[in-house]
């Protein structure tokens, strides 16, 4: 049954006049002649021409948007615009209809917010297929990236017992019935009695996990979803979201910026390079909706450009006390147009501090190290200086923070200082700190958010178009 | 800080009397003499011999089992027995120190049972070494294969509404505050108040979101983490695995065991080619276990054979009923072996059953279709008997069922009728059944235990040795 041949690999052919069957949905069907069909493998439809003069009506009828067809005919040189094949059809079936009165995809531009509603059908618009095969070059350029330099994946738990960053974003994650829940004799919740005899939630990170492969692996990597229940309704959050966390035995902060920036520009030169017709659709959507903005508001590149630029630009490094510097003396600042005026040393980054600095003042990606402890987690390597970390955080046009990492503090000492500082007990976590107890070594990881990757190189506005169904506050739907 | 060179390149070398850096942990150290140093990268330890007379009696002895070591030094070829090359090493730092007397792993024979309680370090051992890098494989072979054939790798959701098999063993996800649940009315707890307003749990399977996909793209993926409240403590089932479930639009049912069968034989196959040593080393380890039973019971083949043997060999199919007709008519039936006798055609097959068909019937992977449709889910579809559905199982020795499958029910009528019969709620499904109301087309997939796979190809016996943190009923430590 699957001898059919998809429409990606027919567009490729270099033979004419050849018998092929084509199977997929229809996109239009003008003047009773001409069917555009789509089969998900490209952004290209294939054009059938119907001898209409000698088809049943009934069958004509039923050649409607959205409706499955399987199609066996000619393939020959087309003599319209824009295609270089058709098909000119000798037998079509319909192999499900698609009432045109109730199909909800009708051949016109619908509004993303509409097609979120349907996301079990906007796979079929030009701007989620290409986003979705976008998406999916993207994951396999990291797995690649990883395997070439002898990563290992590794699957980090998603049901944990703590909330590793202590933030308490957590989702909970119970099989006790909510309607009976069994008491301890203080009248307590008895956890005893739950699934895994423990309270436990969704991971917001596999990091801590990781750096336990990583202290015996060398080189290892996650790739899986991780979970904030945040209740933050923005473009750029959602609730489940996937994540990628290398972690290097050995490796330091300098190391750690250096692999960051070399997967990167990889994953981006992937889908440049496997993707082309996609990323020239998105480039063109995007070019139209600028065309809808006042001059000033438009974009400065293309999204292709904008891609390419990436890949030949050195990311800019500096500290986040450099950075401190550049914005205090910077013009909005000093015009006091920043919502958070700049004032001094210690204070984290705002959004609207981290866009000055990659788009206005350096105009390229940015590399932040060296916070301030008081801002950045427990885990993070105290530098000597007593009062910043070595962290670093990479910034992206119109993204902010795509990366976040470190140096891990491989010093048990002063390791259990610093989280007796912030109040982590120690105790629930025995096993990270045995990792400090046994052959510690100096090592670094960084933490990647897929999504907005897919975002910045897509190109879109909203982190919900990206991922298939997304989860954010009130929607679970799908 | 990282122009280390990894021990897996450094056994390929091709030069000796060069200077080379290594940095890993120490496995043994002999005499003074001689370091075992593995850095997790190959199951391959690099000696390195210590000038014991000059080199510092302090250091010496913080050279111990465990400890994280930066060697530099000359590769020179080896005079002793098993090994290519040795380092003579000329600069040896201690990164990191291992008590003797509190390193849990000691260079000795561990139980696997202890080395599950310490997880965190059992990655250390030349046992999960070789597992991890296995899995990895396989993991990393998955994506490979289905890329290859231009499927969308699709990420469907964790976080999930409905309980897609109505299976009832999801594991609630919540943000309420469970000592203080909001009520409604009428006294319900109100979930309009959760996060995402209304009850949800964790996904059983991506399946029904994954058509939803191939409907659009023809042909996708899913490759992610499933879970089952299910309180079986066996060797068999995780509360947390990951799952492979690819789907494709225009295929029947031999193309999805065409499909299942190649995916197959394509990762064993990766793990052979890539995972010579570990394979070697856990069929050896297999082979010195097998000494310890009597004649009887020991494997008719080594590992790395009973692999090959595999890929030599078609999988034999067979439909439900000529296998319940083999069953009744085996020896062990009528000698009333079985523990559930095998009567009649209906009932639902044991694993005893299956593991006679596979091991001693047919002595090769079996194929099983066509099964009745009452032990089967409500989305396969329905054969013309009237009696069973296009559902597939494929199943492998000493494991049993590793992947489960069927043709999809893509007719509108047929489906909600049967979920009627079952009683699924359909309005919960709405866009599940819309994919049969526009443009449904043939279509199948299946399910692909991914711990199962590893548990075949490492020859392991127990589910919680083959990932990395197992997730089990009063367990989710780490």
């Not at 003599?79 to 051949?107: H, N, R, W």
């Not at 990091?207 to 945040?230: C, H, K, N, V, W």
């Not at 292709?304 to 550049?326: G, M, P, S, V």
């Amino acid at each position: 049954m699957s001898k059919r041949i998809k429409i990606k690999a027919l567009l490729e052919s270099t033979q004419t006049n050849i018998e092929v069957t084509v199977k997929g949905w229809v996109r239009t069907f003008r003047n009773n002649q001409f069917i555009a069909l789509n089969d998900g493998s490209t952004n290209n439809n294939i054009q059938i021409v119907v001898d209409f003069q000698n088809t049943d009506e009934v069958l004509l009828k039923r050649i409607t948007t959205g409706a499955a067809l399987s199609i066996t005919g000619t393939l020959v040189e087309s003599l319209g615009k824009g295609q270089k094949f058709d098909i000119k059809a000798t037998s079509i079936e319909v192999l499900g209809d698609s009432d045109p009165e109730k199909y909800p995809l009708q051949p016109k531009k619908h509004s993303l917010e509409f097609l979120r509603e349907i996301a079990h059908l906007r796979f079929r618009t030009n701007t989620f297929g290409a986003i979705f095969r976008v998406r999916n070059s993207l994951s396999f350029a990291v797995h690649k990236f990883f395997q070439e330099r002898g990563f290992i994946y590794l699957h980090t738990p998603v049901i944990t017992q703590s909330d590793a960053e202590g933030a308490g974003e957590a989702f909970r994650v119970t099989n006790l019935d909510l309607n009976n829940l069994p008491r301890t004799e203080e009248g307590e919740i008895d956890f005893k009695q739950d699934f895994f005899g423990k309270s436990t939630n969704l991971t917001v990170s596999g990091q801590l996990e990781g750096e336990l492969g990583a202290m015996a692996l060398s080189d290892i990597y996650t790739f899986g979803p991780t979970f904030r229940a945040e209740n933050s309704n923005t473009t750029r959050h959602l609730a489940e979201f996937w994540m990628i966390e290398p972690e290097m035995a050995f490796y330091d902060l300098t190391d750690n910026m250096d692999m960051a920036e070399a997967l990167l520009k990889y994953v981006i030169n992937h889908a440049i390079e496997n993707n082309k017709e996609d990323l020239e659709f998105l480039t063109q959507r995007l070019e139209e909706e600028d065309k809808q903005k006042p001059q000033n508001e438009r974009a400065e590149m293309s999204l292709l450009d904008k891609l390419q630029f990436c890949l030949d630009n050195d990311f800019q490094r500096l500290t986040y006390t450099e950075a401190i510097e550049i914005l205090k003396e910077s013009t909005p600042n000093k015009k006091k147009k920043f919502q958070y005026p700049v004032e001094g040393w210690g204070t984290d980054l705002q959004s609207e501090h981290e866009r000055y600095l990659v788009e206005k003042h350096f105009k390229k990606p940015v590399i932040l190290t060296d916070y301030p402890k008081e801002i950045k987690s427990f885990y993070m390597r105290q530098n000597d200086d007593g009062k910043t970390v070595a962290a670093m955080d990479i910034l992206f046009p119109g993204i902010g923070e795509i990366i976040g990492g470190s140096q891990r503090e491989e010093r048990l000492d002063k390791l259990e200082q610093r989280m007796d500082e912030i109040g982590i007990p120690k105790d629930e976590l025995w096993w990270y700190l045995d990792t400090r107890r046994f052959g510690a070594c100096p090592h670094a990881g960084f933490g990647l958010g897929f999504e907005r990757l897919v975002l910045f190189v897509t190109g879109m506005g909203n982190i919900r178009d990206v991922i298939p169904f997304p989860r954010f506050p009130k929607n679970a739907e799908f």
